[in-house]
């Protein structure tokens, strides 16, 4: 039998027949042969590896410094690494479309025997394939290498051999492409969006702790122990890549502080994904003043960061409205920038503060510094997890709305919440918690900062989990609000405690008692 409170969850995340979310989809590789849903027994090798060595998560990836594919899928590993801070290790195997001149992989191998992997494998992707050894020599030169043994070990041929473990583990497993990476031995195929790597994540974060709990001498070793030895799987076989179900309510948060509009009772919430750069949104802009207007209280709307990477002036912009909510004064930043679109210079973004009524030297502080280019970052990241694909994207009383809306539109969108919203508050339920009341039944994560989701302030507050707390203790660090940290860490313990620390030291914040 439902409770009034499961019929009222029911009804306010069933307003359907109004908008329909737009529908991207990309092919699945011609060649993939792994099943997404079966763990293989994928072995590291002697592969250089990043991240902790006990982290619940592995990550190999097979990958070629000359695919565009593997170059293109670098901005969203990073991103991925940001969501689960300390709980990725990488292990970086090569899988070289010339294995005769594996030149790139070389200088890969020879730069981390002198501990300087990381920064050589962005600058070879950073070359599109044109890699020559004078362009080795000199990127090895300017990361500060012994020059004398980087190019004794290129001249000898140190690591052809280990190289060659790399393929031959690779042909022996089925991969015949790149980039092929496995999440704890599942197959992510090629350059998918991070919605589908997040998927992949959280379920194995589940399975490492149920083998945790068994204490084993090597974790990785544990979850892949019994895996399949190579691919078995039809060539069609790919990763499911869920597209957002315009009439399903997900669990959106209000991100970062000062971004909201409206009362905290408003029958219906607008979270909107936004890019100061993206002229769609910028059309957007007066159709939610519009709504606004007409709709008053009823309505709180919420802008949430998502710096496309495409769009070169994004992320500083985007940090630069931070550092106007810092202040309190981020609508009237966010007029200034849509109002003169497409001017996003730093003399424009100093012009549009200063219009706003901002201190200027804090705001130059703020943008000099980067000081929010981690927390613009994560919000986009979490954007993308949820499977946002594209600006604007509207999350109205939880259900999407992608694309651009005209006022008509939008208010036929609004007036069938407000007649879902008006329903449940004549049955009893308290305006402030209708959103909450949403949220409990929602579908989803917002990885940013789970606390941003709000709870039901009537009926109780739910104990976090304690990754979803590690998670709003590292978003309250990328914001530098480290007394909200301190806050929030509160008697948190274990691995969650660990990886929150990580973030936050890495911020310049001590969370140490």
Known sequence: MRSALGVIVLALSSVTGVAHADTVTQQAPANASFDAATVY???????????PAEAPITIVDWSDYACGFCNRVQDTLDRLDRLYPGQIRWVHRELPADEDNPLAAEAARAAAAQGRFRPMH???????????RAGVELIARELGLDMIRFRGDLDAGTYRPAIGRDINDAIHLGITGTPTLFVNGRVVHGNQPLAVFAAVVDEELVRADAARAKHPLDLYAALVETGKPSADSPPDSTNPNEQLDPNRAYRVGFGLPGHQLGPDDALVTIVEWSDFQCPFCAKEAPVLAHVRQKYGDDVRIVFRHMAMLFHSSSTI????????????????????VFGHFGHLTRDDLETYARAAGLDLAKFRAALDSRRYHDAVIAETAAAEALGVDGTPTLFINGQPVTGLRDEATMDRIIDAHLQQAHAAVARGLVKADIYPVVMAGARGDDRADPSAIPSQASVGHLAPRADDQSRSVAAACRRHDGARAAKLVGTMNGDPKRRAEAVCTGEGIDLAP
């Open 41 to 51: 027994n994928v072995p590291r090798g002697d592969a250089p590896a990043e991240g």
């Open 122 to 132: 962005d600058r070879l992707f950073a070359l599109h394939g044109r890699v020559d």
């Open 317 to 336: 912009a985007a940090e630069a409205g931070v550092a106007a909510a810092e202040q309190g004064k981020f609508w009237a930043f966010h007029d200034q």
